[in-house]
């Protein structure tokens, strides 16, 4: 790790690649890729037409760092600090479990009866328990513009970060968060209830990827004794 990055774009993208292949890294030239495009403030047209493109030492340097957090197991997304969802660029936070491509079943699952509930409502109001970043909500509500949702979660560092999502996706004016333990100051009618609780059995925990265990908050995965 004592070799220093190139300093041109597409000699920077082979360097990256080739450490993580090295770290046995799963998925290394996507990794790479995220990382000196994210870093760097490039896109991947420009490293194609552009290879010979000069990246300036500070952004070398977060380059080098990052790709150690990644070789020393840290999730890329995390690095990054944000990940996509249903279409929509989402920031994450220490205190949110990173949203993945299982989670986005349970929308296409939802959206229909939202559409069909605004349509013939006028508007649908739905209830995201354990909402997080806000992921599962601000799919729903970018989907359709008559749905307006609450999210509700213990975690006042996790409905920061949702209700900051909802600002850079300006569905704010559509998107409430309330700090509540479920149920237990939820009040009102909704049209929809979705969550995607903790469902992993306590004594499971320790076998998770090092990446999900290591990473995502506990209380977002520890379902209790039998996973309910």
């Not at 959206?111 to 601000?138: H, K, M, N, S």
């Amino acid at each position: 790790m004592a070799d220093s990055l190139p300093d041109t774009l597409g000699l920077l993208l082979k360097a990256a690649r080739a450490r993580l292949v090295a770290a046995a890294v799963a998925d290394p030239a996507l990794d790479a890729r995220l990382i000196v495009e994210h870093f760097s403030g490039t896109t991947r047209t420009q490293a194609i037409v552009d290879p010979e493109r000069r990246v300036d030492a500070g952004a070398i340097a977060a380059i080098d760092a990052a790709l150690r957090r990644r070789i020393a197991g840290e999730p890329v997304h995390r690095i990054l600090g944000h990940r996509e969802f249903y279409g929509l660029r989402l920031s994450l936070s220490p205190e949110t479990l990173e949203p993945r491509p299982d989670t986005e079943t349970l929308v296409d699952a939802v959206l229909p009866f939202v559409r069909a509930t605004a349509e013939r409502q006028g508007e649908c109001r739905i209830l995201d328990l354990g909402t997080g970043t806000g992921a599962i909500a601000l799919a729903l509500l970018s989907a359709v513009p008559a749905a307006v949702a609450t999210g509700v979660d213990i975690s006042q560092g996790a409905l920061a970060t949702a209700m900051r999502n909802a600002e850079e996706l300006r569905l704010s004016g559509r998107f409430q968060v309330l700090k509540s333990d479920w149920f237990e100051k939820v009040f009102g009618r909704y049209h929809v209830i979705a969550a995607n609780p903790p469902y992993i059995a306590s004594i499971d925990i320790e076998n998770l990827q090092d990446e999900v265990r290591d990473f995502d908050p506990r209380r977002a995965l520890d379902g209790g004794v039998d996973g309910l």
